[in-house]
């Protein structure tokens, strides 16, 4: 597997030289296959750079970096025709077309976090293993904000209108390449019956008879079409006490308790 790196500073050489000659001697150029690029430059006048001559070759690559507040940081995968390049939804500096020498404030540098750098190049690390080797799930985007330790992950589609216009002509080949592909067709499995043979004649039967099944749902009531109840109130059950009458034989209470006292 080859994977060709780009770094902001290459042998006392701008950013966009160094981009152009990596570009030019790392093999691109000379017909030497590359699996993946991987940019690591630290500006967007770099990236534009990379990005162009990706979508001239069709080379698919991946894009990270880490904000200038050093606390926030993404990567990006971009395969030329199926995923939106950087020129697709550029950042406001390059969509404006603004000069970023110009958002420098002299004597002041940026942010540099060594953790916040160290996730991120672990996540775009993790996310090329993954590419290459084919296995678990390859994120097209995927951010990482430290202060509330938010991973936000996304895939988003080229832009028709991109400004690039060898990002364009990916889109179209792209387009002829999926309405090749044979259409695969969709077969609905039929739901399987379990246990349709009953060898041993096992049978659910109810444990109530159908009479007190009817006693226990109450009166049915005679309503229109349409209407029905939602529940019924079952019969209430006898369960008073019989009386016990004791009949009066004509005693005094004393004489009843001295025949208690004769017993």
């Known amino acids: 597997m080859n994977r060709l790196f780009f770094q902001p500073h290459q042998a006392g050489l701008s950013k966009v030289q160094a981009a152009e000659h990596t570009l030019s001697n790392g093999g691109l150029e000379e017909g030497k296959p590359v699996d993946l690029v991987l940019s690591c430059v630290d500006n967007f006048e770099a990236r534009m750079t990379i990005n162009t001559a990706c979508n001239e070759l069709g080379q698919t690559w991946m894009e990270s970096g880490v904000s200038e507040n050093a606390v926030s940081g993404h990567i990006q995968l971009i395969i030329p025709g199926e995923s939106a390049c950087f020129a697709c939804a550029p950042p406001l500096v390059v969509a404006a077309n603004i000069d970023e020498k110009t958002l420098k404030r002299e004597g002041v540098c940026a942010a540099s976090l060594p953790t916040t750098m ?146």
């Open 118 to 263: 160290g996730v991120v190049a672990g996540i775009l690390v993790q996310n090329v293993l993954k590419f290459l080797l084919n296995f678990g799930t390859v994120s097209f985007y995927l951010g990482y904000n430290a202060m509330q330790d938010f991973f936000p992950t996304m895939s988003m589609k080229p832009n028709p209108q991109c400004d690039d216009r060898n990002c364009r002509k990916q889109q179209e080949e792209y387009k002829k390449k999926v309405a090749a592909l044979p259409k695969q067709e969709v077969v609905q499995e039929e739901e399987q019956i379990i246990h349709e043979d009953n060898e041993w004649g096992i049978e659910l039967v109810s444990e109530v008879s159908e009479e007190e099944l009817k006693n226990s749902s109450g009166p049915v009531l005679n309503l229109p079409e349409g209407i029905t109840v939602a529940y019924t109130i079952p019969k209430k059950q006898d369960d008073s006490v019989p009386e016990v009458t004791v009949e009066e034989s004509g005693e005094s209470l004393e004489d009843l308790m001295a025949k208690m006292k004769n017993m």
